[in-house]
């Protein structure tokens, strides 16, 4: 299935949850946080300002992106898990 984002929207793969701490506990599966980083697999064409005209969007195909913890639509294609977000929800690209 193909998801093209509409508008100022990226479609982020989320990265896969820490299994343990920094000291060496396993977590369970309902203890992990779920992610705020991941990579971007698609972005819309940007966002439609009032002359008519696309603005740019800032964020690329394959950038890998932190976004805020409670941003975005979750979404599960093929057994993998996406979130659907607006550019102004992306808080940093990780270079």
Same mark, same amino acid.
């Given at each position: 299935?193909?998801?093209?984002?509409?508008?100022?929207?990226?479609?982020?793969? #989320?990265?896969?949850?820490?299994?343990?701490?920094?000291?060496?506990?396993?977590?369970?599966?309902?203890?992990?946080?779920?992610? #705020?980083?991941?990579?971007?697999?698609?972005?819309?064409?940007?966002?439609? !300002?009032?002359?008519?005209?696309?603005?740019?969007?800032?964020?690329?195909?394959?950038?890998?992106?932190?976004?805020?913890?409670?941003?975005?639509?979750?979404?599960?294609?093929?057994?993998? #898990?996406?979130?659907? !977000?607006?550019?102004?929800?992306? !808080?940093?690209?990780?270079?």
């Amino acid at each position: 299935m193909a998801v093209k984002p509409l508008d100022d929207r990226v479609l982020v793969k #989320q990265s896969e949850a820490e299994e343990r701490t920094a000291g060496g506990i396993v977590l369970p599966d309902t203890a992990k946080e779920k992610p #705020q980083r991941g990579k971007v697999v698609a972005a819309g064409p940007g966002k439609l !300002l009032d002359s008519g005209k696309r603005g740019a969007m800032s964020i690329k195909k394959g950038d890998d992106v932190y976004y805020g913890k409670y941003a975005g639509t979750e979404i599960k294609i093929d057994g993998e #898990q996406y979130v659907i !977000l607006r550019e102004s929800d992306v !808080l940093a690209v990780i270079e």
